[in-house]
């Protein structure tokens, strides 16, 4: 089978060395020349250090298209819809397989959404603990996908370091991707403020909680945020040495300004563009998202995550458990 897979980052690299390693033909499309010329002629990887590309690479998207039964979607969200709009003929692409996970602040769409505003052909996402730079090295890891062609797509991208499961819940494999990048932000920050056990513990249930509570009002089932796109990416986001939410987050409560995070990477922490969606959608819908909401103050209005912690621990008590 042929995949084109739209992305050249870390994640975009590291899955298209997977589908090589199971016997898939692969070109990826990366927006910049120095990009293709690294991985075509250097065999490098700017992304993921110490890791030959096994795939080549070009910077025609539409030449990847054309090449492609599927196309495989790993840019950050909010690039989607421009990248997708220089796309003009998908006549030989069967499916889509989105690996990327965050919500439109613009439209405050899912990834499904934007791609059905271009094409209507089957959809599947992936989501799930996958950092790029272990499944670069083989390190056995387990997802989820959901959506068309799952039975022909989970034979396809298993194999024994790579493990895939189904599921039956887009709306909550997306939402569950897209939210635990905000609270991993807010893990960082309490890295960045102190590394506790006891709050991050905390932190991460009650983060659990409030991606149920707002998944479930946009139809996502409650069972698929206790799998591996759910707890299973919170988990390794919130705690990862390799996460860049987590990471951003931890600078921030050391003291570095969003703009001097942003300017010293070239890496994209999505959670810091989905918590404007997250926080836009719960007022509109009424949900109460205290975590996202202090993510939001702090990112965006310089609020002191010290304060930001103190304010949820002043919340009103109640039950744990109320949904
Ligand atoms: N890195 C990881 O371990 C994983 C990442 N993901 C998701 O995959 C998606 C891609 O992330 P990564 O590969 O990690 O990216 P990255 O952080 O490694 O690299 C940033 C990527 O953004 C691209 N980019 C920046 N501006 C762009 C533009 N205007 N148009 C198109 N592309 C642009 C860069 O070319 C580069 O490919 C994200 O949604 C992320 O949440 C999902 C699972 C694992
Ligand atoms: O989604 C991921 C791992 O499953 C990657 O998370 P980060 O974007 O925080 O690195």
Known sequence: MKFGVIG???????FANLLVDNGQDVLVWARRKEVVFEINVLKKISYLNGIRPKFNASDNI????????????????QFIRENLSKIKYWDNVKGIVNLSKGLEIKTLKRVSEIIRDFVSIPYTVLSGPSHAEEVAENIPTAVTIAGENVEELQILFSNDYFRVYTSDDVVGIEISGALKNVMA?????LDGLGGWDNSKAALMTRALYEMIKFGKIFGAQEKTFFGLSGVGDLMVTCNSRHSRNRLLGELIAKGQTLEEVMKNTKMVA??????????????KRGIDMPISSEVFKILYANKNPRLSMLDLMRRPLKEEWYI
Not at 8 to 14: E, V
Not at 185 to 189: D, F, K, Y
């Open 8 to 14: 050249a980052g870390s994640w975009g690299c590291a």
């Open 62 to 77: 539409q030449e990847v298209v054309d090449f492609s039964d599927y196309l495989v979607i790993a840019i950050p969200v």
């Open 185 to 189: 932000i807010a893990a960082g920050v």
């Open 270 to 283: 999505e959670g810091m563009y989905t918590v404007k969606a997250v926080v836009e959608l719960s007022l």
